[in-house]
């Protein structure tokens, strides 16, 4: 039997952990070859998905300077010799404390969105060589829910995935006729590693997202894997420019 995503060769962006190792890992159980890449470590995840028989590297690369994103797309031709699929999901997310616009420094934006929307651009920029060459290619841009439902506390980080969602759009009137789609998912408050650990909620945290929800329970890693398998396979090869809202029916647009 074969996996949906077979011999694929998947990059993933911030997948040294949470919800980016979460993807890796379950695209590699659909048979996918994967690519760890992480401004931090990610050999213990690529071990991970080794030690169950799956095909996995990892590199360090910082999605915000471009010598390394063309270091990360060169990286995975030379270990698999093609790159089929990029989930831009590398962000300044879990750790950034939530702020009122008084008490985000120009700094802070600038730098939030230099990783979160120039990351995505130049990661895609980077594999776009590769994927024009093969005629294919599947990138999936990783926004938020919040975008949706207008939410205080976090105007660095919901501008920066504001443009994700418009990029997306762009993307994918440009890349189309070179076979390459571009679709987004937009995760609600998900219970990564990182957002566990949080304790500066200003507005009740996870829990008080319930009431919002259809779905009214926490929602997990793993609730997102449907929509990245889909985006990654074949299953999604006529859709492009759309942005998947998995947050348990929270925000609808
Ligand atoms: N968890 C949520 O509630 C939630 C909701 C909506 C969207 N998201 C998005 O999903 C993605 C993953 O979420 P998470 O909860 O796992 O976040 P996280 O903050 O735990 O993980 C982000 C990863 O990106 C890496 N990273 C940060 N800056 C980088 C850089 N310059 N270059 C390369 N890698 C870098 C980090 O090392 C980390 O491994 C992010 O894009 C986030 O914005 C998360």
């Given at each position: ?16 952990q949470g919800i ?74 879990g750790k ?93 408050s998900t219970m990564s590693e990182n957002v566990k650990a949080r304790t500066?909620w200003?507005?009740?945290g996870p829990a ?10 926490l929602q997990d890693p ?32």
């Amino acid at each position: 039997m074969t996996g949906r995503v077979e011999g694929r060769v998947c990059v993933v962006t911030g997948a040294a952990q949470g919800i980016g190792a979460t993807y890796a890992k379950a695209l590699a159980t659909e048979g996918a070859k994967l690519v760890i890449s992480d401004i931090d470590d990610g050999t213990a995840v690529a071990d991970e998905i080794k030690a169950s028989g799956g095909e996995a590297i990892a590199l360090q690369n910082d999605v915000s300077h471009w010598q390394s994103c063309q270091e990360m797309a060169a990286g995975a031709l030379k270990a698999f010799g093609r790159i089929d699929v990029l989930i831009n999901n590398a962000a300044i997310f879990g750790k950034l404390e939530r702020a009122s616009i008084e008490e985000i420094s120009p700094e802070l934006f600038d730098r939030v969105l230099k990783v979160n929307v120039g990351g995505t651009f130049l990661c895609t920029k980077a594999v776009l060589p590769a994927m024009k060459k093969q005629g294919y290619g599947k990138i999936i841009n990783i926004s938020t829910s919040r975008i949706f439902a207008g939410l205080p506390f976090y105007t660095h980080y919901d501008a920066s995935k504001g443009a994700v969602f418009g990029m997306t759009r762009a993307m994918a009137k440009e890349l189309g006729d070179h076979g390459i789609r571009v679709n987004a998912i937009a995760p609600g408050s998900t219970m990564s590693e990182n957002v566990k650990a949080r304790t500066d909620w200003r507005d009740g945290g996870p829990a008080a997202k319930l009431a919002g929800r259809s779905l009214k329970r926490l929602q997990d890693p793993e609730d997102l894997i449907g929509a990245c398998l889909y985006l990654a396979s074949a299953e999604s090869d006529f859709t492009t420019g759309q942005t998947l809202v998995i947050d348990g029916g929270g925000a609808m647009w």
